[in-house]
């Protein structure tokens, strides 16, 4: 059973950065492509980038792309926020599956506490 465990959220003003972590306990091929999601309050979950470690290949929501950036180096992967908003405050999730369709399907085999990112006007 793969544990995910995030650190790195916390409350920024508008217009700083914050980088998230999440390490997974081992490497399985259920948990070939990592990623994260978001979700606030009363709104829908938003799948936010992933990572699949067979093509490398990175995959972001369209209209964060520019301002987050999801990294991996081995089980760890690290999404960098800049430029943030008060529209993306949320609890950040961890996710891991063996396909990054399944994540972006909202399908996860694992998935992280979260942590709390909170951007002030």
């Known amino acids: 059973q793969v544990q995910l465990v995030e650190s790195g959220g916390g409350s920024v003003q508008a217009g700083g950065s914050l980088r998230l972590s999440c390490t997974a306990s081992?490497?399985?091929?259920?948990?070939?492509?990592m990623g994260w999601f978001r979700q606030a309050p009363g709104q829908e979950r938003e799948t936010v980038a992933s990572?699949?470690?067979?093509?490398?290949a990175t995959t972001y929501a369209g209209s964060l792309k520019g301002r987050f950036t999801l990294s991996r180096d081995k089980n760890t992967v690290y999404l960098q926020l800049n430029s943030l908003k008060p529209e993306d405050t949320a609890m950040y999730y961890c996710?891991?599956?063996?396909?990054?369709?399944?994540?972006?399907?909202?399908?996860?085999?694992?998935r992280g506490q979260g942590t709390q990112v909170t951007v002030s006007s």
């Open positions: 996710v891991a599956d063996r396909t990054c369709a399944r994540i972006w399907s909202r399908i996860y085999n694992y």
């Open positions: 081992e490497y399985s091929i259920d948990s070939a492509c």
């Open positions: 990572h699949y470690t067979g093509s490398g």
